[in-house]
């Protein structure tokens, strides 16, 4: 146990009880929606991805298991860092399986069950660095684009199906000190790309960030985003997601940290904090809140002069 977390009491419990980490959050249907993984065994060997809905970030549904990387022919377990998305009438859970391989599995519903494709979508060594850790960015246009990567960073506009992509189109760049998780967001004109730097279990696990005005870039390194806390006992702050609450400019960054207390690179729990936009279009770095994040739907005031 790190010297942070043994010199330092900290009151701050996550709203989502019990060890998850990479969580990918979304609004659907007025609730957030968050899938992650599932946390607390060596070497991160869940098998399953559960599903939770909130209206408010504070207090959570568990839906139970939504997919379980088992029932996929082509893989075995180890379900890591899950992304969703919405199209076609239907809900997609794309997936880390097999600790290097990349699949997608399809819902009638937002909270499951999922059922897999059928095929990996992307596999170990198809391209450079590890595959592992998918995201989703949907384009004001309503084109949607997969991103993956540890290592090297890969993106590519995925094909209407939202099951498949034309290979000779993915684009690869290794952002500044990247390690993996890399998230594309937009706002106006300006799309964000953020990503996580170190390892997992390191407790300087961060995220860095930078701007384009494409979503494939090129992009500008902008710095750091979101990183520990050492003094509070808040370490290993990392592989995080961000929404916008629809109908406002009201954005939501989630990410895990070590567990309090007693975490490390397997026991990981979830935080939600506001993510702020400046004036200047660069975004303001994140410093964790000291209670849980509250941000009920439908939330009409902001609290902040940077927001908007």
């Known amino acids: 146990m790190s010297d942070a977390l043994t010199a330092v009491k900290v009151e701050l419990p996550s709203p989502i009880p019990g060890y998850f980490a990479d969580p990918t959050i979304a609004v659907v249907d007025g609730r957030y929606l968050l899938f992650a993984t599932t946390d607390g065994s060596p070497q991160w060997s869940s098998t399953g991805f559960r599903a939770f809905t909130s209206t408010d970030l504070l207090s959570w549904e568990d839906h139970g298991v939504a997919f379980d990387v088992r029932e996929a022919q082509w893989a075995s377990g180890h379900a890591w860092a899950p992304a969703y998305a919405q199209a076609n009438g239907k809900h ?15 819902a009638d519903a937002a909270t499951g069950p999922y059922v897999d494709c ?19 960015f949907a384009d004001n246009d309503g084109s949607s684009y997969l991103f993956w990567g540890n290592g090297v960073a890969h993106g590519v506009r995925l094909a209407p199906d939202m099951v498949s992509f034309a290979p000779t189109e993915v684009v690869s760049w290794v952002p500044e000190e990247f390690r993996e998780a890399v998230w594309v967001h937009r706002r106006g004109d300006i799309y964000y790309a953020s990503w996580s730097v ?3 279990r390191s407790e300087n696990y961060r995220v860095h960030y ?33 929404a916008v609450v629809p109908g406002t400019d009201h954005w939501v960054v989630a990410y895990h940290r070590f567990a309090i207390p007693g975490g490390n690179g397997y026991h990981r729990e979830l935080c939600f904090d506001r ?20 941000l009920p739907l439908g939330a009409d005031e902001l609290t902040h002069g940077a927001d908007g």
């Open 92 to 106: 997609y859970l794309y997936f880390t399986a097999d600790r290097g391989a990349i699949g997608v599995a399809v």
């Open 118 to 136: 059928g095929h990996a979508l992307v596999v170990d060594g198809e391209f450079d660095g590890v595959t592992i850790d998918p995201a989703i």
């Open 198 to 200: 170190d390892d997992t």
């Open 210 to 242: 930078a701007t384009s005005s494409a979503p494939l870039g090129p992009w500008e390194n902008r710095g750091v985003l979101l990183s520990k806390v050492a003094e509070r006992g808040i370490v290993g702050t990392g592989h995080h997601s961000i």
């Open 275 to 294: 993510l702020y936009h400046g004036p200047d279009g660069l975004l303001e770095q994140v410093v964790p809140s000291a209670e849980p994040l509250c």
